[in-house]
């Protein structure tokens, strides 16, 4: 069963630049794979950030940036801010009609 | 602007069947921009996605699931619902309802604000 990855937790300070990554047990993530984020507080519905890639949703800050880094799709924050403490799901389209989400990183601000 | 909404019971015993439902507001469930979908999330951990539906009635399902999902639309009620049957307390869960763009650009979209459903007896 094919699993798709991502760093269970990551910290940036304010104003710094983090990535997060996505990847796939068994090949390498490439634009088919249609990939996007969505970030999440507690309590709250995702929030869609990023799709097929690297274009974002509607209101979403260009702080924010998808790209395919290697063999990963990679959300990248620039000038982390206190209110991107969130946790961050990448999600993947596997062909036949299935999706499967990454486990989700933790991103902390400090 | 369109809306989702999740109903259904909060609490399901062991072995039954769960059915909830997810009311389309502010825009047709037919319009075929959309596939609709459910995903779940057990208490602090990832989501899942459970499956999908189009207005055509066409299913696909998560493979993990599939003996056990059921996914239907009811069009004249601008609805769609999930029966998950035989319920374990795996599948205790914040369950959501959600939009898939089909087209060029595949993505989930709107988001419910998921309803919790607690597997006890």
């Known amino acids: 069963q094919t699993v798709v990855t991502q760093e269970p937790s990551l910290a940036v300070s304010p104003g710094g630049t983090v990535t997060l990554t996505c990847g796939l047990s068994?090949?390498?993530?490439?634009?088919?794979?249609?990939p996007s984020w969505y970030q999440q507080t507690p309590g709250q519905a995702p929030r869609t950030l990023i799709y097929?890639?690297?274009i974002r949703t509607s209101g979403v800050p260009d702080r924010f940036s998808g790209s395919i880094l290697g063999n990963k799709a990679a959300l990248t924050i620039t000038g982390a801010q206190a209110d991107d403490e969130s946790d961050y799901y990448c999600?993947?389209?596997?062909?036949?009609?299935?999706?499967?989400f990454g486990g989700g990183t933790k991103l902390t601000v400090l | 602007q369109v809306q989702l909404q999740e109903s259904g019971p909060g609490l399901v015993k062991p072995s039954q069947t769960l059915s909830l439902t997810c009311t389309v507001s502010?825009?047709?469930?037919?319009?075929?921009?959309?596939?609709w979908n459910w995903i779940r999330q057990p208490a602090g951990k990832g989501l899942e996605w459970i499956g999908r539906?189009?207005?055509?009635?066409?299913?696909n399902y998560n493979p993990s699931l599939r003996s056990r999902v059921s996914i239907s639309v009811d069009t004249s009620k601008n609805q769609f619902s999930l029966n998950l049957s035989s319920v374990t307390a795996a599948d205790a869960a914040v369950y959501y309802c959600?939009?898939?763009?089909?087209?060029?650009?595949?993505?989930?979209?709107?988001w419910g604000r998921g309803t919790l459903v607690t597997v006890s007896s």
């Open positions: 068994s090949d390498s993530v490439s634009a088919s794979h249609s």
């Open positions: 097929s890639t690297n």
């Open positions: 502010g825009g047709s469930i037919s319009s075929g921009t959309y596939y």
């Open positions: 539906i189009y207005t055509s009635g066409g299913t």
């Open positions: 959600a939009s898939l763009v089909a087209g060029i650009h595949w993505y989930f979209d709107l």
């Open positions: 999600v993947l389209y596997l062909g036949s009609a299935i999706w499967v």
